[in-house]
């Protein structure tokens, strides 16, 4: 089982940038994929990026490629996800998740582990 907790999330201006960090705790981190989605309000939660334990290897949500890095340290357990040049579109719950799994899946449903997310909000 394993455990996530969020932070970093918060207000910030358009073209602003925000770090948010996933402590995880629980199972084994280095052998997890991890990924951010995203849900505002009255939509349904969206992918933003995942990172693979295998070999590191990433994707991104078109909306957010080449704005958005995702990084993992495994000796710290942590997850971060570096977002620049924030737009209004980008206001969110931020949530970090975990499976253990080789593949990188865009849809919720195929992520086992959440954690109760961060806000992060885009007003000028």
């Known amino acids: 089982q394993v455990q996530l907790v969020e932070s970093g999330g918060g207000l910030v201006q358009p073209g602003d940038s925000l770090r948010l960090s996933c402590a995880a705790s629980g199972g084994t981190f280095g052998t997890y994929a991890m990924g951010w989605f995203r849900q505002a309000p009255g939509k349904g939660r969206e992918f933003v990026s995942a990172i693979s334990w295998v070999d590191n290897s990433t994707i991104y949500e078109d909306s957010v490629e080449g704005r958005f890095i995702i990084s993992r340290d495994n000796s710290r357990k942590t997850l971060y996800l570096q977002m620049n040049t924030l737009k209004f579109e980008d206001a969110a719950v931020y949530y970090c998740?975990?499976?253990?799994?080789?593949?990188?899946?865009?849809?919720?449903?195929?992520?086992?582990?959440w954690g109760q997310g961060t806000q992060v909000t885009v007003s000028s």
């Open positions: 998740t975990a499976v253990y799994s080789v593949l990188l899946r865009t849809t919720p449903d195929r992520w086992d582990f």
